[in-house]
């Protein structure tokens, strides 16, 4: 069956540290992957896009990758800061793009 | 542009009765989607429309919900009749397929059957 598994324990952190969140998938072939984050109460607003092409995207504090390989995601934001505080959610396609598909999301906590 | 509108904000009904959200999504946007978010299913998707059409309807639940796009600037979501297993939060997002993959999501209705 199909899945994408972002770890459901919540990640909590040092204001400064870097934090690394995961997403792996199964049975799917997506042409792009995105990270999402969402502040309670609030819609998820989009943060980055990966494409299969690509190894790794950066964004100010941000940085992605994507391995297609091993089926994986990795979503780091260096020098954190309590303001990151949400949760990521990640999302692929599964019908070339119209189709999206969210994981769980993790929860990361950073404290000051 | 305002983004993503969605409305109510916040639906309280009894179980029986029908439930109309409603969206308004990104002007010169060409897909929208809906989506239910719980703790225990997270974000689900429920359908999705491209260029008014719906594409995939197979996330709905059961008979009971429907969805229509009318036109470009406007969509429905209805139950009828609601049950208590309804009560999440119902997001709608739109994007511009084809140019530019990202969902912008609106603020969600938060609907609670009792």
């Known amino acids: 069956s199909q899945k994408i598994e972002q770890n459901s324990e919540a990640l909590n952190i040092q204001e400064g540290k870097t934090a690394t969140l995961t997403c792996n998938y199964t049975?799917?072939?997506?042409?792009?992957l995105q990270w999402y984050r969402q502040d309670p109460g609030r819609g998820p607003v989009f943060l980055l896009l990966i494409r299969e092409n690509e190894k790794e995207k950066r964004k100010e504090r941000l940085k992605v990758t994507f391995d297609t390989t091993l089926k994986q995601s990795l979503f780091h934001i260096t020098a954190s800061q309590p303001a990151d505080s949400a949760t990521y959610l990640c999302?692929?396609?599964?019908?070339?793009?119209?189709?999206?598909?969210f994981g769980a999301g993790t929860r990361l906590f950073v404290k000051a | 542009d305002a983004g993503v509108i969605q409305s109510p904000r916040h639906e309280v009904t009894e179980m029986g009765q029908e439930v109309t959200l409603r969206c308004k999504p990104i002007s010169g946007h060409n897909s929208l989607f809906w989506y239910r978010q719980t703790m225990m299913r997270g974000l689900e998707l429920l359908i999705y429309f491209n260029n008014n059409v719906p594409i995939d309807d197979s996330g709905m639940p059961e008979d009971r919900f429907s969805a229509k796009m009318p036109n470009a600037s406007f969509s429905t979501l209805k139950i009828q009749p609601s049950e208590p297993r309804d009560s999440a939060v119902y997001f709608c997002a739109s994007s511009s397929q084809g140019t530019d993959e990202k969902l912008f999501f609106g603020s969600g209705t938060q609907l609670s059957v009792l």
């Open positions: 999302a692929l396609d599964n019908t070339g793009g119209f189709k999206t598909i």
């Open positions: 049975n799917y072939s997506p042409a792009y």
